[in-house]
């Protein structure tokens, strides 16, 4: 072989070793960089995607925020952050008004905190309480009832497997949060008005539950000469009682402002 050919082999071989170098040292961490890149970017595009999603449910959430703001002023009347006893009294007022009673006094207790109910497997038709306001034909002479041992307002199943009668708690409803307020409620009128009264009181702005209401007929007063000059007043209604209701309201306090 002569000397020429051996150049060139030689120079062939230094030649592979040099693209080989150049591959390992610069061409291939070159490559992985990209293909780290690559992958990189393709995360970066899937968080994208799925922040992208997020917004746009919460943008549609955020366009139902006023019907959802109106709901709340409405279960904040229900339940305010507070006592609000005057516009409480108000109410009480205007119902008396509407209803032709006369309020005489209005005694407020000391607000008593909320206990979670108990339960015990007991079948709740055993348990059931009784009615507190029935109507009759005739005002009875004396009827009275006892409050419960806990005030609570009557809890509605919710959902379908929890059985008729069976309270509902919730961990957001705690006695540090929720309480009872005890209202016991003095008056004048008719029994069949005193009973609209009552029924009224249930179904008002403000949460309400009736523990007991008593009613002692009054004696129609006798019958005197008035003055011609005097102006006309309304006759004492035939069933002419004085009533005693004994209620709760409710007070839902909010979680503490930030700050």
Same mark, same amino acid.
């Given at each position: 072989?002569?000397?020429?050919?051996?150049?060139?082999?030689?120079?062939?071989?230094?030649?592979?070793?040099?693209?080989?170098?150049?591959?390992?040292?610069?061409?291939?961490?070159?490559?992985?960089?990209?293909?780290?890149?690559?992958?990189?970017?393709?995360?970066?595009?899937?968080?994208?995607?799925?922040?992208?999603?997020?917004?746009?449910?919460?943008?549609?959430?955020?366009?139902?925020?006023?019907?959802?703001?109106?709901?709340?002023?409405?279960?904040?009347?229900?339940?305010?952050?507070?006592?609000?006893?005057?516009?409480?009294?108000?109410?009480?007022?205007?119902?008396?008004?509407?209803?032709?009673?006369?309020?005489?006094?209005?005694?407020?207790?000391?607000?008593?905190?909320?206990?979670?109910?108990?339960?015990?497997?007991?079948?709740?038709?055993?348990?059931?309480?009784?009615?507190?306001?029935?109507?009759?034909?005739?005002?009875?002479?004396?009827? !009275? *009832?006892?409050?419960?041992?806990?005030? =609570? &307002?009557?809890?509605? $199943? /919710?959902?379908?497997?929890?059985?008729? #009668? @069976?309270?509902?708690?919730?961990?957001?409803?705690?006695?540090?949060?929720?309480?009872?307020?005890?209202?016991?409620?003095?008056?004048?009128?008719?029994?069949?008005?005193?009973?609209?009264?009552?029924?009224?009181?249930?179904?008002?702005?403000?949460?309400?539950?009736?523990?007991?209401?008593?009613?002692?007929?009054?004696?129609?007063? !006798? *019958?005197?000469?008035?003055?011609?000059? =005097? &102006?006309?007043?309304? $006759? /004492?209604?035939?069933?002419?009682?004085? #009533? @005693?209701?004994?209620?709760?309201?409710?007070?839902?306090?909010?979680?503490?402002?930030?700050?």
């Amino acid at each position: 072989m002569t000397t020429r050919r051996w150049w060139v082999i030689g120079c062939a071989v230094v030649m592979a070793v040099a693209l080989g170098l150049g591959w390992l040292l610069g061409a291939s961490p070159l490559l992985e960089t990209a293909r780290v890149a690559d992958v990189a970017r393709e995360g970066v595009e899937a968080q994208n995607l799925a922040y992208d999603q997020e917004l746009t449910t919460l943008k549609e959430q955020f366009d139902g925020i006023g019907e959802l703001e109106i709901q709340l002023a409405g279960l904040r009347t229900e339940l305010p952050n507070g006592t609000a006893l005057p516009a409480y009294v108000a109410q009480l007022a205007t119902s008396a008004q509407q209803h032709s009673v006369t309020l005489t006094t209005i005694t407020v207790g000391d607000a008593v905190a909320y206990t979670p109910p108990v339960t015990d497997g007991a079948d709740p038709a055993d348990t059931e309480a009784a009615p507190t306001d029935t109507a009759t034909d005739a005002p009875p002479t004396d009827t !009275a *009832t006892s409050p419960p041992a806990t005030p =609570a &307002p009557d809890a509605v $199943p /919710a959902t379908a497997s929890v059985g008729a #009668g @069976t309270p509902v708690t919730s961990p957001l409803v705690t006695g540090d949060n929720f309480a009872a307020i005890p209202i016991t409620i003095a008056l004048d009128g008719g029994y069949a008005n005193a009973l609209d009264f009552v029924e009224s009181l249930q179904k008002g702005t403000r949460l309400t539950t009736v523990t007991a209401f008593g009613t002692t007929k009054v004696d129609a007063p !006798a *019958t005197v000469a008035e003055d011609e000059d =005097a &102006p006309a007043q309304a $006759p /004492a209604p035939t069933d002419a009682v004085k #009533g @005693t209701i004994s209620l709760y309201i409710y007070v839902l306090l909010g979680p503490p402002s930030a700050g």
